[in-house]
């Protein structure tokens, strides 16, 4: 049997329709992307803010890796199209499935306290023919009385993994989070790796560029005692190499 074909209604779900319209402001959408832009300039990640209700996106930041050579323009008047023309058909089931399983999830969360929350995964883009697994990081911003989503805020990053999936809904503060598992269709109890000051002084000067040895005259320790930092940093991320580790820590708000 063939797969079936992904359409744009497949990634908007009765769990979420807005059914107040009267309540939405578009007067106030432009502090939201001023706010958006001005985030944008200040990193590498890229930065959308998804409408529910009209089923499109209020703004693209100009960052290329993940426009596909689009331009903010055109990714906006693809909206939603962008996923079905970009996204492998096999991780378009992917995103359909996340999707439902979030919101199914969302239901689940008093309304005062969505907005709390964010869920993130990994999936590929196919950029010029080539596929990039990038990480979507995506929160409310905006609800309806209900706590239907009217506005969310997605920031795109390069994935820190190997293979798409990794869906997770962390809350912000908490070192706990949950894991949804597409087998038993299940949503699982982790909790997030802690790093000692000294593994969060080696990523951060890591990031700085500074080499293995800069790093321990900085800290006053031998690049021996560099490497088993790094090394303890490896294992607790999962990761292969600082690269990984640097995205990981980032992405999750480690330092």
Same mark, same amino acid.
């Given at each position: 049997?063939?797969?079936?074909q992904?359409? &744009? #209604? #497949?990634?908007? @779900?009765?769990?979420?329709?807005?059914?107040?319209?009267?309540?939405?402001?578009?007067?106030?959408?432009?502090?939201?992307? !001023?706010?958006?832009?001005?985030?944008?300039?200040?990193t590498?990640?890229?930065?959308? %803010? %998804?409408?529910?209700?009209? !089923?499109?996106?209020?703004?693209?930041?100009?960052?290329?890796?993940?426009?596909? =050579?689009?331009?903010? +323009?055109?990714?906006?008047?693809? =909206?939603?199209?962008?996923?079905? /023309?970009?996204?492998?058909?096999? +991780?378009?089931?992917? $995103?359909?499935?996340?999707?439902?399983? =979030?919101?199914?999830?969302?239901?689940t969360?008093?309304?005062?306290?969505?907005k709390? *929350?964010?869920?993130?995964? #990994?999936?590929?883009? @196919?950029?010029?023919?080539?596929?990039?697994?990038?990480?979507?990081?995506?929160?409310?911003?905006?609800?309806t009385? #209900?706590?239907?989503?009217? $506005?969310?805020?997605?920031?795109?990053?390069?994935?820190?993994?190997?293979?798409?999936?990794? %869906?997770?809904?962390?809350?912000?503060?908490?070192?706990?989070?949950? /894991?949804?598992?597409?087998?038993?269709? !299940? *949503?699982?109890? !982790?909790?997030?790796?802690?790093?000692?000051?000294? /593994?969060?002084?080696?990523i951060?000067?890591?990031?700085?560029?500074?080499?293995?040895t800069? @790093?321990?005259d900085?800290?006053?320790?031998?690049? +021996?005692? &560099?490497?088993?930092?790094?090394?303890?940093?490896?294992?607790?991320l999962?990761?292969r190499n600082?690269t /990984?580790?640097?995205?990981?820590?980032t992405?999750?708000?480690m @330092?």
């Amino acid at each position: 049997m063939m797969p079936l074909q992904s359409n &744009i #209604d #497949d990634f908007f @779900i009765p769990d979420n329709e807005v059914k107040l319209p009267e309540e939405l402001n578009y007067s106030s959408v432009g502090e939201y992307i !001023r706010s958006a832009e001005a985030f944008s300039r200040s990193t590498y990640q890229s930065v959308y %803010i %998804i409408d529910y209700f009209k !089923r499109n996106f209020l703004y693209v930041s100009p960052n290329p890796m993940f426009l596909c =050579g689009l331009s903010p +323009e055109q990714m906006m008047k693809l =909206g939603y199209r962008f996923y079905l /023309e970009y996204v492998p058909k096999d +991780e378009q089931a992917l $995103l359909i499935d996340l999707n439902r399983a =979030g919101f199914a999830f969302q239901s689940t969360i008093p309304v005062d306290e969505r907005k709390d *929350w964010y869920i993130q995964y #990994d999936f590929h883009i @196919i950029n010029n023919g080539h596929p990039i697994l990038i990480n979507h990081k995506l929160t409310p911003i905006a609800l309806t009385s #209900d706590g239907r989503i009217w $506005l969310a805020l997605c920031v795109v990053s390069l994935s820190n993994h190997t293979t798409p999936g990794h %869906i997770e809904i962390h809350r912000v503060g908490s070192p706990n989070f949950f /894991e949804y598992n597409r087998l038993t269709r !299940r *949503w699982d109890r !982790r909790s997030m790796p802690v790093l000692t000051d000294g /593994e969060k002084t080696v990523i951060t000067l890591s990031i700085q560029g500074y080499t293995i040895t800069e @790093i321990g005259d900085r800290m006053y320790l031998s690049p +021996e005692t &560099i490497k088993k930092y790094r090394k303890q940093i490896f294992e607790k991320l999962e990761v292969r190499n600082i690269t /990984e580790a640097i995205i990981a820590a980032t992405n999750n708000k480690m @330092i």
